[in-house]
T-cell receptor
């Protein structure tokens, strides 16, 4: 079974509007971490935000926030006030406790329109 | 600044000619990873080192080998590159911590096989 599922291969958003990128995950572990990375066309993976499974509050980092719904096993990324520079691939990833590996989703390509 | 460095950024090789990609880190992290990423796909983990312990993914072809002579450096050797090995190769590091395993990525090496 897929550990991480991103159902939106591509999305368009108007500049300055907010956008939500979906991510669902599958694990039987109680302790895990959820991550979002941005990958521009240059190829570098840029860490955006982290949510721990025991964190009660949704994580926020500037314009990025993570809508964590543990019972539904979803960890959606919300980008507010989008900018043209937000156009990139976005990957959701999960790390389970005590395992030295990430599980990546298939990614969502976000295009911000001027 | 502490970082993950990959050299070269672009590598061109010929079909069947061995090639080595290098990764170094100044983060003093004990885990180092090699990923292969093809266009518009998620990164695929090839193998990782936890200190000196080598962990190969079950579906990594024998054509791919790795060496980690010390904490700072890790190499990816492709013994006989085929056309299907053309991809972006990403190196990442992490410091193992309880339920938090953020990976820090290098800028990647884009491999072309002629």
């Amino acid at each position: 079974a897929q550990k991480i599922t991103q159902t939106q291969p591509g999305m368009f958003v108007q500049e300055k509007e907010a956008v939500t990128l979906d991510c669902t995950y599958d694990t039987s572990d109680q302790s895990y971490g959820l991550f979002w990375y941005k990958q521009p066309s240059s190829g570098e993976m840029i860490f955006l935000i982290y949510q721990g499974s025991y964190d009660e509050q949704n994580a926020t980092e500037g314009r990025y926030s993570l809508n964590f719904q543990k019972a539904r096993k979803s960890a959606n990324l919300v980008i507010s006030a989008t900018q043209l520079g937000d156009s990139a691939m976005y990957f959701c990833a999960m790390s389970e406790y005590n395992f030295n590996k990430f599980y990546f989703g298939s990614g969502t390509k976000l295009n911000v329109k001027p | 600044d502490a970082m993950v460095i990959q050299n070269p950024r672009y590598q061109v090789t010929q079909f069947g000619k061995p090639v080595t990609l290098s990764c170094s880190q100044t983060l003093n992290h004990n885990v180092m990873y090699w990923y292969q990423q093809k266009s518009s796909q998620a990164p695929k983990l090839l193998f990782h080192y936890y200190d000196k312990d080598f962990n190969n993914e079950a579906d990594t072809p024998d054509n791919f080998q790795s060496r980690r002579p010390n904490t700072s450096f890790c190499f990816l050797d492709i013994r006989s590159p085929g056309l299907g090995d053309a991809a972006m190769y990403l190196c990442a590091t992490s410091r193992v911590a309880v339920s938090y395993n953020e990976q820090f990525f290098g800028p990647g090496t884009r491999l072309t096989v002629l």
